[in-house]
């Protein structure tokens, strides 16, 4: 059997340095090296024209940059890119490419499939298969990043990609270890250069590993929190059962101390008759009034056949919205991005060979009783179809 070669896009600048050392070359050539992979985006050694023959043909016999293959690439009519890649054993993950006027943001996947399981999540239903690697999650990056350079004409020099949110398939708090390098890669000034303000990891809610970010590698913060009160999160967000919103919100506290923004994003999908009454909006003002400083981010739900679950209408999204601006706090409604092929948030279904039967529990979850904020009206979080 033949050993498989190194992937350098596993590596880090501080890890390519102890590589080189390891396979006998000085450590500076890793600068040259991680350089040459990700700023400029060559995979080929022989490619790579100031480094030594000697060097070129010792890494080519033990290395390889490896690239994901790609399923499918669309692009949209809204310009909206989306990538469907393979990562083996009938797994596949999105990526996707969403430019605007003044950025150009790409979202990216950490798991095949995703444990947590939260009701309204396409990803979700589909259970876990498994973690990414560093380099399959930086390689995502990689290859939109060098695609999209070379489909707008731009220089070695220019960026194309200039905000990252790992908003793509599965939870990047539940893939810690791996997703640490990736990060520490996107923020390299030899790598992708990008500021800690413009990378963001969005989480279901991992106490602990929030708390290991802020010291390890503090970027901007997203957090899914779609209820106003345990009861209702609960059900929605399943973590929540282990990490209920307060102590959710003390980490946050907690974050932002290091953070490189002053507030922590706030997500909230809009689920009809679920989560996005008038009455919740104003439980959800106490909740973070005077405590956090936060921006919402309100999500059109993105419907999907299994879901069961409907969007909010564009009038409920609105009213909901003016109440959290009225209390002062600053609030978004996120524009649907890609929906005609399917790139929107929540549509990120690649696919998955669930190994943890996630998706046989899901279907027949228990019928669920959210609690209302006023027992006069109780939404019920709808049941997904039976199979
Ligand atoms: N696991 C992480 C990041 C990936 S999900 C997290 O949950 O934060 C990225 C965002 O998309 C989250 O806020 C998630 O709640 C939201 N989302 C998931 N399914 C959705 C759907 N069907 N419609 C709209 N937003 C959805
Ligand atoms: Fe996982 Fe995020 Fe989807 Fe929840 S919303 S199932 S945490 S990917």
Redesign the pocket.
Known sequence: MTTPLDNLLDLDQSALKAYCERVGEKSFRATQLFRWIHHRGVGNFDDMTDLARSLRAKLAGVAEVRPLSTITDKTSADGTRKWLFDVGQGNAVETVYIPEDDRATLCISSQAG?A?G?R???TGHQGFSRNLTTGEIIAQLWHAEHQMRAKLGLGANERAISNVV???M???LQNYAQLVPALRMMLDDHGYGLSRRRVTV???GVVPMIDRLREDCPVAL?V?L?APDDALRDQLVPINRKYPIDELLSACERYLDAAPRDFITM?Y?MLDGVNDTPAQARQLVSLVKNRLPVKFNL?P??P?PESGLKRSSNARVQAFGEVLLEAGLVTTIRKTRGDDIDAA???LAGEVQDRTDAQRRMTRAIPIVAAAPSAANKPVVPQPPKQ
């Open positions: 995703c947590v939260c309204f999540c396409s790992m908003m793509g599965g939870e990047p969005s989480t279901s997203a899914s779609h997500e999908c999500i739900f993105n999907f948030c929540g549509q």
